[in-house]
């Protein structure tokens, strides 16, 4: 059984910074990719930051320059640094891993619960 924890959502401010980590625990034989996805109400689940293995990351064009993922691969957790938020980025973010939870078994997506994000003007 493979869980991801995430932590770090909250209210903040426009202009202001939040730390969403994402902890990932139980079976877990090897992982590739870890990233973050939001999804606002009444709109579709988007990818805001995407790092690979190889430690190559991928960012969608509205957190450009906002944001840092970053992963630390012994501890199997993956963070988003979120500075300059705007109203516009409120939405519930969450935690997305590639894992392999045995060696027979193919790379699955793991979804975390989701962690509330709201950002006021």
């Known amino acids: 059984q493979v869980q991801l924890v995430e932590s770090g959502g909250g209210l903040v401010q426009a202009g202001g910074s939040l730390r969403l980590s994402c902890a990932v625990s139980?079976?877990?034989?090897?992982?590739?990719?870890m990233g973050w996805y939001r999804q606002a109400p009444g709109k579709q689940r988007e990818l805001v930051a995407i790092s690979t293995r190889d430690g190559s990351t991928n960012y969608a064009d509205s957190v450009k320059g906002r944001s840092t993922i970053s992963r630390d691969n012994a501890k199997i957790t993956v963070s988003l640094q979120m500075n300059s938020l705007k109203p516009e980025d409120t939405a519930v973010y969450y935690c997305?891993?590639?894992?392999?939870?045995?060696?027979?078994?193919?790379?699955?997506?793991?979804w975390g619960q989701g962690t509330q994000v709201t950002v006021s003007s």
């Open positions: 139980g079976s877990v034989y090897t992982f590739n990719a």
């Open positions: 997305n891993v590639a894992i392999r939870s045995t060696w027979y078994t193919n790379l699955n997506d793991y």
